[in-house]
């Protein structure tokens, strides 16, 4: 499994339309465990971009900070789960405390 994390500055950014890049941890499935992790500056802000641009770097799944329904809807359309309200941390932060079942998720940060 390959988990995209929008960031800023080492850590989530809180609304992934303006990170300034993804940072891709790649994830064993029956370890449980994140065997790497790369970082990718975001392409231009563009809408409707970044879904297809996430796909092509093979992610099943985005975890971020917040995210409209309409990025979320071309998101799953593009075969990719998506949890928002996600906490600024790491992205190993974020991706181990999923694997352990220990991320909490708040409020979605965006509203279009």
């Not at 080492?10 to 891709?24: E, I, K, N, P, Q």
């Not at 449980?32 to 996430?54: M, N, S």
Request: proline share 6%.
């Amino acid at each position: 499994m390959k988990i995209a994390i929008p960031c800023v500055e080492d850590t989530l950014s809180l609304h992934f339309g303006h990170c300034a890049y993804f940072s891709f941890v790649t994830v064993d499935d029956a370890t449980k465990k994140i065997t790497d992790e790369k970082r990718e500056d975001a392409p231009p802000h563009e809408p409707g971009l970044l879904p297809k641009w996430v796909k092509d770097r093979e992610a099943d799944m985005v975890i971020c900070g917040g995210m409209g329904q309409r990025a979320q809807q071309l998101f799953i359309s593009q075969g990719i789960k998506v949890m928002v309200g996600a906490p600024s941390e790491t992205p190993k932060q974020i991706v181990q405390s999923y694997l352990d079942g220990t991320l909490v998720t708040g409020v979605n940060g965006c509203d279009h």
